[in-house]
C-alpha cells in the first residue's frame, strides 16, 4: 500500500509571530535575534531580509552588515509557545502518527485517515487553512510516499504554498534534484559532492556505493537510497530525553584561567537551575545519569566535546541535592583543561551536561509540547549575552 505523508514547514516562525504582533514589520527586512552590539545571533529572518543573505544562525552584527536598514527584534517566548501548542495540536485532530521535528515543522503519516476521502492533498490544504484560521500564521505543506520526499516538498513552493509529488512522478522528480535539497547535505558535503562531479540526483545514481562509501563512510547507503527518492524511515512517536545540558556565550573570548574560575561557576549554576527543574517536573525519571560532558567553541567556531563515563552511583549526590558536588566539580574542572589543551586558543562558547542511561533503541524523537523544544527558548530568554541551542 502506497503511504501518505505530509510535511508541515511554518513560514519564518518568529519573524511571522512577530509581524503578526507588529503589522509595520511585514514589508520591511527585519528578524529576531539578539543585539547586534554584543554576539546576537540571528534566530528567524522574515523573507524581505532573506533576499539580503540575512538567514538563521549567522551573528546579527553579520546581519547588520548584509542589511543596513535590517530590524532586529527580540524573542516574544511567550507568543512562540502559545502558538506552537496551538499548531501542534491541530496535528493530531487529523492523526495520531506524528512526529514534531521542532516548534516549526512536523511530519504526519496520513494514510490511514478517513478525511476527505484519503486524499492527502487535501488533507494537507485543511492543515494549513486551521493553522491560518487559528493563528493568522502561514505554513507550507509537503506530500509524498515518504518523509524524505515530503521534506523536500515542504520547500518547493515557500511561503504558504504546497507541493504534491506523486509516486508515479518520483522517478522523474528526483533526476533534477539538487544534492544540495537532500535533507541532511549540508553545506561542506554538498561542496564534496560537487568537487566529485555529483550536483544532481542523476548524477548521485551513477556512482557505485563502494566509490561512494570512500568518499561518505556509513552515509553512503543512505544517501544513494536518496538519489533514488526512497527512504524507509516510519514516523517516531516515541521519545526519550538523552540528555540535559546548558551552554552560554560570552560577551567577549576568554582565556583559560578566566574559563575555569568565574566563567565555569556560573555555567554551572545554569546547570544546577535546569537540572532542579527538570527534576522537579519528572520527580520519577528512571534513566539515572552516566556521563558528564563538556564543550568548548574556540573563537575560530571550531567545537571540541570531552567526556567521562561513571557509574549511576557517583551522580547520587546530584540527585539528593540538585548539586554538583565536589568530586563532579573536579572531573568537570579536568575536563575542561583537557578540552582547552586541544585548542589552547580563545574561547567564545562553555557548555556543561550530563548524559542518560538508554532503554528506548531508535530515532530520538522530539514529542508534542516536549520541554526541550521550551527549553530552547529559555536558552534565550535567560542569558546575559546570546545562548546557543542546548540539547
Not at 509516486?167 to 568537487?195: C, M, R
Not at 538519489?227 to 560570552?250: A, D, M, P, V, W
Not at 522537579?280 to 566535546?305: A, G, M, R, Y
Request: charged fraction near 25%; include cysteine.
Amino acid at each position: 500500500m502506497t503511504r501518505k505523508f505530509i510535511h508541515i514547514d511554518m513560514d519564518c516562525f518568529f519573524a511571522a509571530v512577530e509581524m503578526r504582533e507588529n503589522p509595520a514589520l511585514r514589508n520591511i527586512p527585519m528578524a529576531v535575534g539578539g543585539s547586534p552590539q554584543g554576539r546576537g545571533v540571528i534566530s528567524t529572518s522574515n523573507y524581505p531580509a532573506r533576499k539580503y543573505g540575512v538567514k538563521s544562525g549567522i551573528s546579527s552584527a553579520s546581519a547588520m552588515r548584509l542589511c543596513p536598514h535590517l530590524t532586529i527584534v527580540n524573542h516574544s517566548f511567550q507568543n512562540y509557545k502559545k502558538d506552537a501548542q496551538i499548531i501542534h495540536e491541530i496535528f493530531y485532530e487529523y492523526t495520531d502518527q506524528v512526529e514534531i521535528a521542532g516548534m516549526d515543522e512536523a511530519y504526519l503519516d496520513v494514510t490511514d485517515c478517513p478525511l476527505f476521502q484519503g486524499s492527502a492533498t487535501l488533507i494537507a490544504q485543511d492543515i494549513r487553512k486551521r493553522i491560518f484560521e487559528a493563528t493568522k500564521l502561514t505554513a507550507s505543506a509537503g506530500v509524498a510516499p515518504n518523509m524524505f520526499l515530503a521534506k523536500v516538498a515542504s520547500d518547493w513552493n515557500k511561503p504558504n504554498g504546497q507541493f504534491v509529488i506523486r509516486p508515479q512522478d518520483v522517478d522523474h522528480f528526483i533526476l533534477d534534484l539538487p544534492v544540495g535539497k537532500i535533507p541532511g547535505v549540508g553545506k561542506v558535503s554538498q561542496q564534496k559532492l560537487h568537487a566529485l562531479g555529483i550536483k544532481t540526483c542523476r548524477d548521485l545514481q551513477k556512482i557505485p556505493l563502494l566509490e561512494l562509501q570512500l568518499h561518505f563512510g556509513k552515509w553512503a547507503k543512505s544517501l544513494r537510497e536518496r538519489s533514488f527518492g526512497r527512504s524507509e524511515r516510519e514516523i517516531c512517536t516515541e521519545y526519550e530525553r538523552k540528555s540535559l545540558s546548558t551552554e552560554e556565550t560570552f560577551s567577549k573570548d576568554l582565556q583559560f584561567h578566566e574559563l575555569e574560575g568565574q566563567a565555569l561557576h556560573s555555567v554551572v549554576e545554569e546547570f544546577e537551575r535546569r537540572w532542579a527543574k527538570f527534576k522537579q517536573k519528572e520527580p520519577d525519571w528512571p534513566n539515572p545519569p552516566h556521563t558528564l560532558f563538556l564543550k568548548l567553541k574556540f573563537h575560530d567556531f571550531i567545537n571540541v566535546s570531552v567526556q567521562k563515563t561513571f557509574a549511576p552511583e557517583v551522580f547520587q549526590a546530584l540527585n539528593q541535592s540538585l548539586k554538583l558536588d565536589d568530586f563532579l566539580i573536579g572531573q568537570l574542572s579536568d575536563l575542561l583543561k583537557m578540552a582547552y589543551n586541544r585548542g589552547n586558543r580563545p574561547v567564545r562558547l562553555l557548555g556543561i551536561g550530563i548524559r542518560f542511561q538508554s532503554e528506548i533503541q531508535g530515532p530520538e524523537q522530539l514529542s508534542l509540547f516536549d520541554p526541550r523544544i521550551l527549553e530552547e527558548l529559555e536558552q534565550f530568554d535567560s542569558a546575559p549575552a546570546y545562548r546557543s541551542r542546548s540539547a
